[in-house]
């Protein structure tokens, strides 16, 4: 039977002539191996919440939700080894019985722990790498169908390829990861100006462990986020405060929003400034997972770059600007965070301090003539396209912004060269 997969917002699908849910390595090894012999491409999806087409393929489909075991915890050394299909959310809980946690996370936590890795996914904190820099060793299933494992200590420049490896090396069965003791976060979102924000940005990243902020078009209006670590307890919400916040005014208010802007485009700047006055102060202590990530109900496309820290506060006023220039119909806010240099190879946050800044549209409005004026601005400032969120790089474009992306493509050769990973998607960015 004909299966489609579709990703999570919506703009990219295809019909795998195979799609497989593996148990083990061995069955892994078997897929890879039979494809190779069908003359078959092979791709691994996750929760199939990357923007782009990275995971998509007409060959072999596997989704590892059955490989979603934590294999061994070592909690005096913090060094953890999962199955590669275990997401983010059962990871945080199956942690939080060991008293561990990872340092960082994104805003949702839905994704696969080989997803959001092999695409440099992020959170927000100056002192902070993308999540794969927990990465010690991971298992992959090389082109031939053979288990690798690879570490710092068996090749660091496989090991630096293989964290953020766009599924381009292999398939991913487990990891180890090191993780850091359990934490709780006082957390504080609070309205401030753009002056005031642009003015203190650099010193409210060194200040917290966690900052970001969401700037919205057509308002001065932005608010902060900023998230510490704490010795105080842990004081979760209620349920009923929990479904308050992030259900009904997160999610449910501000889909209606987001109806009212599709349908009557007009009143994009007057809903903007609605949405950025209704977003108030608020405080919470919790354990890290449940402050970091929340229910994301109102789906959008995305586009998020990574550029050089100096330039953040020329780029932002540019995008700001634009959004709000009335050429596009731009109903969401812009989301601007701050990570630590990094040595993966494909990390977008590579050998320099980093300042993301993401841009969304409603899901069905128009987002390609926005994406493609955003990435020009981009552009100026060598950014760097998050793998997972729409752009229009190519490997031409993107091999002089990465130090690196000889040595990734000579590892790739090494790991798969007859391409049993390949897609559309590798071929743009990372060539044949
Ligand atoms: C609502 C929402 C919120 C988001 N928030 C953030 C955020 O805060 N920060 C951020 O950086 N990103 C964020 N993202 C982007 C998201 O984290 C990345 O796109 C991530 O890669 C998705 O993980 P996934 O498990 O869905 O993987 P998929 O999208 O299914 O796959 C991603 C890539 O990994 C490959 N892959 C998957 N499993 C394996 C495996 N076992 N072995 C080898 N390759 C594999 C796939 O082939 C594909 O190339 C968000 C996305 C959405 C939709």
């Not at 005096?76 to 999962?82: Q, Y």
């Not at 599924?167 to 069965?173: D, F, K």
């Not at 917290?208 to 932005?222: C, G, I, K, M």
Request: proline share 5%; hydrophobic share 40%; aromatic share 8%.
């Amino acid at each position: 039977m004909t299966q489609v997969f579709t990703n999570w917002a919506g703009v990219e699908s295809c019909t795998p002539s195979e799609y497989l849910r593996p148990h083990t390595t061995e069955e892994v090894q078997a897929a890879v191996t039979a494809a190779g012999k069908a003359g078959r491409a092979v791709r691994a999806v996750g929760a199939g919440h990357s923007f782009t087409s990275t995971a998509m393929t007409d060959g072999t489909l596997l989704s590892l939700e059955n490989m979603n075991r934590v294999l061994d915890v070592d909690t005096s050394s913090g060094l953890t080894r999962v199955e590669a299909g275990i997401t983010l959310h059962d990871l945080n809980h199956r942690l939080a019985e060991h008293g561990l946690a990872l340092e960082n996370l994104g805003d949702v936590d839905v994704q696969s722990i080989a997803g959001a890795t092999q695409t440099g996914t992020h959170g927000t904190g100056a002192g902070l790498r993308n999540l794969s820099a927990s990465i010690e060793s991971l298992e992959i299933v090389s082109g031939d169908g053979s288990v690798v494992e690879v570490s710092a200590e068996s090749d660091p420049n496989d090991w630096r390829a293989a964290r953020v490896g766009l599924g381009a090396l292999g398939i991913v069965t487990a990891a180890t990861l090191r993780l850091a003791p359990s934490f709780v976060l006082h957390g504080v979102d609070r309205p401030s100006t753009m002056a005031e924000v642009l003015d203190g940005m650099d010193r409210l990243a060194a200040g917290n462990d966690h900052f970001e902020f969401y700037l919205f078009p057509h308002s001065d209006r932005v608010q902060t986020r900023v998230n510490n670590r704490t010795e105080r307890p842990a004081k979760p919400r209620t349920r009923v405060a929990e479904w308050l916040n992030d259900i009904v005014l997160l999610n449910r208010a501000f889909g209606l929003t987001q109806g009212v802007a599709k349908r009557f485009p007009s009143r994009i700047p007057a809903v903007n400034r609605f949405v950025a006055r209704a977003w108030g102060t608020s405080e919470r202590f919790d354990v890290s997972y449940r402050i970091f990530a929340s229910p994301r109900l109102v789906r959008f496309v995305e586009m998020e770059y990574a550029i050089p820290r100096p330039h953040a506060r020329e780029a932002i006023t540019a995008v700001h600007a634009l959004a709000s220039s009335g050429r596009f119909d731009v109903s969401f806010p812009i989301e601007v965070r701050f990570v630590a240099p990094d040595d993966a190879l494909l990390s977008p946050a590579w050998g320099r301090e980093t300042c993301y800044i993401a841009v969304h549209i409603y899901r069905g409005m128009e987002w390609e003539p926005y994406f493609r004026a955003v990435e020009e601005i981009m552009d100026s400032f060598d950014g760097r396209p998050h793998w997972g969120k729409r752009h229009f790089q190519t490997a031409a474009t993107l091999a002089p912004r990465y130090e690196g992306f000889e040595r990734f493509l000579a590892v790739r050769d090494r790991f798969d060269p007859g391409r049993r990973f390949a897609n559309p998607y590798l071929e743009a960015v990372l060539g044949p």
